[in-house]
């Protein structure tokens, strides 16, 4: 079974420019995550769907963060523009549904390192 | 309001030493407690976690972790390191019922000594 999957693994933008990483969560997982790893600082979080609805978008920092999950299954997250502050790793992560009240065991990908520069 | 403390950054050991690498957590209500890893070039793969159930979790690759409500802690242990042990390791609580909002610490570095 394939795990969660990003891309690009990497990417080096400048400041004011525009990416749009992507996420495929493992297939059959409704809830989707978000997190973000700023250099030096702890993994936070981001947002969280459920199918194509944002449960929860409490983490997103600003504006200039857009994600979308047309459809459910794959999701994107868009930076635009880019400041150097938003340089970091950007993981993605799913889990199936119904396991909130259990306990998550919740799958991360490996993350898409950006560099705003 | 949740939260969570790793003690020490950078945890260095020798290899078939104990390793021992510090959890507090701060929570409200009941938590659910996880063990994540990173290796190198990887993503984060779950070790372990604690649901309300025994208090003494037992994960992979040999590692385990104790529930101390008193303490509020839940410090990772694993009896003998291997040289395959190097990687971050993060301590996340979340609240019972919620459906993945991870809280995380700042990560532990463990290096292990030939």
């Known amino acids: 079974e394939a795990g969660v999957t990003q891309f690009p693994s990497h990417s080096v933008i400048e400041k004011g420019q525009t990416v749009t990483l992507r996420c495929d969560p493992i297939s059959g997982h409704d809830n989707l995550y978000w997190y973000r790893r700023v250099m030096g600082k702890e993994i936070k979080f981001l947002l969280h769907f459920v199918k194509e609805s944002k449960q929860d978008e409490s983490g997103m920092p600003n504006n200039r963060f857009l994600a979308e999950r047309t459809g459910g299954t794959y999701s994107t997250l868009k930076v635009q523009p880019a400041e150097l502050e938003d340089s970091g790793v950007y993981f993605c992560a799913s889990s199936h549904p119904g396991q909130g009240s259990s306990g998550n065991t919740i799958y991360f990908g490996e993350g898409s390192w950006l560099t705003v520069v | 309001a949740q939260s969570v403390t790793q003690l020490g950054s950078h945890v260095s050991v020798s290899e078939g030493a104990l390793v021992l690498l510090r959890c507090n957590y701060s929570?409200?209500?009941?938590?659910?407690l996880f063990w994540y890893v990173q290796y190198p070039n990887q993503g984060l793969q779950l070790l372990l976690k604690y649901t309300s159930a025994a208090t003494l979790v037992k994960g992979i690759n040999g590692f385990e972790a104790e529930f101390k409500k008193s303490e509020t802690s839940f410090h990772l242990t694993k009896p003998s390191a291997h040289m395959s042990d190097a990687a971050e390791y993060f301590c996340a609580v979340s609240k019972t019922g919620n459906t993945g909002k991870l809280i995380f610490g700042q990560g532990t570095t463990l290096q292990v000594k030939p």
């Open positions: 929570s409200s209500v009941p938590p659910y």
